[in-house]
């Protein structure tokens, strides 16, 4: 694994793990909601595995998360950060791209609908609206720091920096229709994991959401379920590999 640099469109400089391999194979891994390029060591065991495939694996902080520099978090912002991370890729020779995230990162994916990308795999992706109680989730003070600033500074557990900042445009993103996935403007096969634990109510809503949707992705998309997992499969992150890598395996083979 190296670790590597890399700029977006804005100029801002992105943090990145970079699992290099021989050939035109290369996968740009984007991070859950609030998290890093190591998500909690799920994409350096990833990103070892499609390296040990034979595929280059790219995982970045977005603009806001990790080492990367500062932003608010946004979808936009987001969608544009792994843009640039594909035109990392593509500067190293890598023609034949594939995308993977998780949690928000996989939404991202399905959002962005980047092109000359032959396959993309998510775990724990939005394929619609989803709602959801802040109130719940955020302190009142940081609720108030929303309304009067437009944005929620939230505590993070990372090794690369104590807090995000979320914009109020990301928290829009989760809920509004009009900012979901035109997962008709998708180009290429989808495989879109979720976990299996009947207890997980925001993975059960995200799952059936999937199914709802997945005559809108292009032919060949599927979508499998990790038994017993809860959302960001965790607890059974080796079961999900050996489906992503297969997957990506099969799809930027030459």
Known sequence: MEAVTFHNARGLM???????APGEAG???????CNDKSSNGRFDRLGAALQDAGITALAFDVSGCGASEDAPLSARAMSADLEAACDLLRARGKTRLGLFG???????CLKAALPDIAAVAA?????APMAYDWGAHFEPHQLEELEQSGAITDPVESAWRRSVTIGAEMLLDFTEAERAPR??????PVLLLYGGDADDGEEQTLLANARANLHRLPEGSSIDV????????RTCWAEAVD???PWFA?????
Not at 14 to 20: F, I, K, N, V
Not at 102 to 108: A, C, E, F, K, P
Not at 123 to 127: L, P, W
């Open 27 to 33: 996968v740009a891994m984007i991070h859950g909601f």
């Open 14 to 20: 992105l943090a990145a793990h970079l699992w290099d």
């Open 183 to 188: 997962l008709e403007a998708i180009a290429c």
């Open 243 to 245: 489906r992503i890598v």
């Open 123 to 127: 775990s724990g992706a939005g394929t």
């Open 250 to 254: 099969a799809h930027l083979a030459p």
């Open 102 to 108: 998780n949690s928000l990162g996989g939404s991202i």
């Open 226 to 233: 990790v038994p017993g997992a809860r959302h960001g499969l």
